[in-house]
C-alpha cells in the first residue's frame, strides 16, 4: 500500500508543557493509521519526548523527525526600557551531525539566554550543519515583519547564510491574522529567492472534537477562566488533520505539501541508544580492574583487622572478593565502583553523614571493603547476586543516603571533580492525574469549588495503582452514578478526560544525578530549572531533558545522592552526646552494637518518630505485635511492609512468637529459609 503524499512537520506534543494536549504515542498511532511515512515532533523550547517518541514512531513503522519549535530574540537596538522581542524557528535534524546541534542549540537556549529560554541569531554561528529550518508560520519572524509591512529582507539574508538550501519558507492556513496578512508577501520572498514552500499545520491536539479541551488546558496553563476575554485561545485548525484535507486546503499550492515529502526525505537520525559510558577515574578499563582489586584488597584487610578475623575465618572473605572483582571487572563496571567510593571516601573525610547502605548494593563484599556501605554482607548472609549478575547484565545502582542538609556538598565536589559541563541533575515530569484534572478543568470552567472537590474526591486514591477517570468511571459506583445522572459532572468529566495523563510541569528527581566522561551536552540536552540571575552564573540547577529512564538508554550513568533527614538527627544527635559527655569525644554512632538490648526496647514500644523506615502508623502497629528481639526482625518486617508481601505480616508474627508452626516444603531450605 503506498504511502500518503503529505508529513506532518509542525507537531507539539504534551512534553510542550500545557500546550500540546496529545501523547507522542498516540500521534504515532494516528500517523501510522493514515498511512504517512513520517512525523516531526517540534515541542516549544525543548527535546523532552525525543526518545519516547522515536521509539514510538520506530516500532509503529513511522519515520521519526527529531525537531524543536526554538525561540530567536529578534535583532535590534534594545533600550533599558524596550523588551526583548522573540519569534519562533523550527530546527529539524538530518543527521547525526544535525542532532548533536540540536541538541548544543537547545542546551544554550536554556543555559545562556537571561530569563525566558531563546538564541540570538549569532548563537547558530557554526551549528547549523545537517539541520533544517522551517520559518514557524505565523510565530516566525518573517511572517511577523512582513505582516507589520515591515522589511524582512536583512532577516531572510542571515537566515539563507545559515541555512542555504536547507531553509524552507513555511505557510500556514488555520484563520490566523497573521497568517492571511504576510501569506502573499511570503509566497512572494520565496520564489525570488529562489527558497523552496512548504505547508504546515500546527498540531496541538489530536482530532477536531478534542479543540474544546485544548481550550481548557491554554487555561489552566495562564489560571484564567474560559470565559475571560482577554486570554490565550485554542485555534480550533490545529488538529492533526488528514493528508486529502491539507491537499485540498493547499489545492493552488501543491508544491507546497509535495515539499513535506522532500523533508521527511532528508532527514533519517533518530535519537540513539548505547551501552552505558562511565567517566574513567584510572585511564582505561584495564587500569581501573587493577586500581580496584588493589582498594578493595587493602580495605578488606582493615575491615577485618579491625574486626579480629585472622586465619581460617577469613578464606570465606577472601574467595568472596576474589569471586566479585572477577565479576566486575568482566562486566566492566570498575570505575562505578572507584566513583561511588571516591565521593563516599570524600563526604566522610569532610564529616558529612552517609548511610550504612540499603538495598541490593548491601550484599556486595567489594563495596564493603571500599566503605561504600557499612553492612558485612558475609555477616549478614547477603547475596551479591542480587546486585550483579553476568547472566543479567545491569548497571550496578547504589542507593547512597546523605545528610540532607549537606548532600548539595557532595554533589558541589562531584561536579568540581569531573567538571560543571559534565554533571547534571535528572529532570522528572509531572501529570495531570485524574484527581487534579477534575479540579483544574472544574476551576477553569468557574463551576462551584466544592463540586469539583466532592467529584475529585470520589476518585480511590491509590500511589501504588493509580486511578484513571476511566477506571472510576467503571468500578467506582457514586462516581459513574454522578456521571449519568448530573449533565454538569458529566461535562466536566468528558473535557477533562483528554486531558489525563498530560504532561503538565518539569521537575528534579530526588537523587539522580548524571557523570558523563566529557560534555553532557554531547549526549543529551539541558536546561535549567530556575530562573538564572545573570550576575551569578551558576545559579539554578542544570538538569538534563531526558529522565532516568532516557539518560540510561542514551548511555549515560545515573548516580543516587539521596538526602536523609533521619541522617541530619543522628548527626545531631551524635553532636550533643559528644557535647554534653566529656569521655566521649571518641565515640561514634557507628559503635551502637546491632544487639543492644535497649534499642530493641525502643522498637518494641514503637517509639519510632523518626526512624527511617520504622516511622509510619501502620509499621508502629506491627513492630508492637511484633515485638523484634533481633536485628533480622527488622529485616524482615521493613520487607514485608509493602503491598504484597503485607498480607503475611500476620502469619511471620504467629510464627515468631511459636504460636503458629512453621513447616519447610523440603529439610534443605530450612538454612535458607529460617530467618
Not at 91 to 97: G, I, K, R, V
Not at 507 to 525: E, K, N, S, Y
Request: proline fraction near 6%.
Amino acid at each position: 500500500m503506498a504511502f500518503a503524499p503529505f508529513v506532518h512537520l509542525r507537531v507539539q506534543s504534551s512534553y510542550s508543557m500545557l500546550e500540546g494536549a496529545v501523547q507522542p504515542a498516540e500521534l504515532v498511532k494516528r500517523v501510522a493509521k493514515a498511512r504517512m511515512p513520517a512525523l516531526a515532533l517540534v515541542d516549544r523550547n525543548n527535546l523532552f519526548g525525543a526518545m519516547e517518541f522515536s521509539d514510538y514512531a520506530f516500532g509503529a513503522g513511522v519515520q521519526p523527525i527529531i525537531g524543536v519549535t526554538i525561540a530567536v530574540e529578534r535583532p535590534g537596538p534594545r533600550g533599558p526600557l524596550a523588551k526583548r522581542v522573540d519569534d519562533w524557528l523550527v530546527l529539524l535534524a538530518q543527521d547525526e551531525a544535525g542532532y548533536a546541534n540540536l541538541i548544543e542549540l537547545v542546551s544554550k537556549a536554556h543555559l545562556e539566554a537571561e530569563g525566558a529560554p531563546a538564541l540570538r541569531l549569532a548563537d547558530f554561528e557554526g551549528h547549523t550543519d545537517g539541520l533544517i529550518a522551517l520559518t514557524a508560520g505565523p510565530e516566525g519572524a518573517l511572517a511577523r515583519l512582513l505582516a507589520e509591512g515591515q522589511d524582512a529582507s536583512a532577516y531572510a539574508d542571515t537566515l539563507q547564510a545559515l541555512f542555504g538550501d536547507r531553509l524552507y519558507v513555511e505557510i500556514s492556513r488555520t484563520d490566523d491574522p497573521i497568517e492571511k496578512k504576510s501569506e502573499a508577501a511570503l509566497v512572494a520572498l520565496a520564489h525570488a529567492r529562489d527558497l523552496p514552500l512548504v505547508a504546515t499545520n500546527p498540531v496541538r491536539f489530536a482530532e477536531a472534537k478534542g479543540h474544546a479541551a485544548h481550550d481548557v488546558l491554554l487555561c489552566i496553563a495562564e489560571g484564567a477562566y474560559v470565559d475571560t476575554q482577554e486570554r490565550n485561545r485554542s485555534n480550533p485548525h490545529h488538529w492533526l488533520k488528514s493528508p486529502s484535507e491539507m491537499a485540498v486546503r493547499f489545492a493552488d499550492l501543491p508544491e507546497a505539501c509535495a515539499n513535506t515529502l522532500v523533508v521527511a526525505q532528508r532527514c533519517a537520525v533518530k535519537a540513539p541508544s548505547r551501552a552505558p559510558i562511565l567517566p574513567s577515574l584510572a585511564g582505561d578499563p584495564e587500569a581501573e580492574g587493577r586500581a580496584l582489586a588493589v582498594d578493595a584488597a587493602a580495605g578488606l584487610e582493615d575491615r577485618l583487622a579491625r574486626l579480629g578475623i585472622r586465619g581460617d575465618a577469613r578464606q570465606i572473605y577472601d574467595e568472596r572478593l576474589a569471586f566479585e572483582i572477577g565479576v566486575i571487572n568482566t562486566m566492566g563496571f570498575a570505575g562505578y565502583f572507584l566513583i561511588v567510593a571516591d565521593f563516599i571516601k570524600w563526604a566522610k573525610a569532610a564529616d558529612i553523614p552517609v548511610g550504612p547502605g540499603r538495598g541490593s548494593g548491601a550484599g556486595s563484599l567489594v563495596a564493603w571493603s571500599l566503605t561504600i556501605t557499612d553492612l558485612d554482607p558475609i555477616e549478614q548472609g547477603l547475596l551479591f547476586e542480587r546486585f550483579l549478575n553476568p547472566e543479567r547484565v545491569s548497571m550496578p545502582d547504589f542507593d547512597i543516603d546523605f545528610c540532607q542538609d549537606n548532600r548539595e556538598r557532595v554533589i558541589e565536589y562531584v561536579k568540581t571533580k569531573y567538571g560543571r559541563a559534565a554533571v547534571s541533575q535528572i529532570a522528572t515530569f509531572g501529570t495531570l492525574g485524574a484527581k487534579a484534572v477534575v479540579r483544574d478543568a472544574g476551576r477553569v470552567l468557574d463551576m462551584p469549588y466544592m463540586l469539583c472537590d466532592g467529584l475529585s474526591k470520589l476518585i480511590p486514591h491509590n500511589p501504588a495503582d493509580p486511578w484513571t477517570l476511566e477506571r472510576a468511571l467503571k468500578d467506582e459506583p457514586a462516581f459513574k452514578e454522578r456521571y449519568e445522572r448530573e449533565e454538569e459532572v458529566r461535562a466536566l468529566i468528558d473535557l477533562a478526560r483528554p486531558l489525563e495523563g498530560l504532561t503538565r510541569n518539569v521537575g528534579m528527581h530526588a537523587g539522580g544525578v548524571l557523570i558523563a566522561p566529557g560534555r553532557l551536552t554531547d549526549f543529551c540536552p539541558l536546561y535549567t530549572q530556575e530562573a538564572k540571575d545573570s550576575k551569578d552564573q551558576e545559579s539554578g540547577s542544570v538538569i538534563s531533558q531526558f529522565d532516568k529512564d532516557d539518560v540510561e538508554a542514551i548511555g549515560l550513568v545515573k548516580f543516587d545522592f539521596l538526602g536523609l533527614t533521619t541522617l541530619t538527627i543522628l548527626a545531631a544527635a551524635e553532636k550533643w552526646i559528644k557535647t554534653l559527655h566529656a569521655d566521649r569525644q571518641d565515640w561514634n554512632i557507628g559503635e551502637i552494637p546491632l544487639d543492644d538490648e535497649k534499642a530493641f526496647e525502643v522498637l518494641k514500644n514503637a517509639n519510632t518518630v523518626a526512624v527511617f523506615q520504622l516511622e509510619s502508623r501502620g509499621m508502629q502497629g506491627m513492630l508492637r505485635e511484633a515485638k523484634p528481639d533481633r536485628f533480622e526482625d527488622i529485616i524482615a518486617l521493613v520487607a514485608l511492609y509493602r503491598p504484597g508481601p503485607m498480607d503475611l505480616i500476620p502469619d511471620f508474627i504467629e510464627r515468631k512468637h511459636g504460636r503458629q508452626k512453621v513447616e519447610y516444603p523440603d529439610p534443605r531450605i530450612e538454612p535458607v529459609l529460617q530467618e
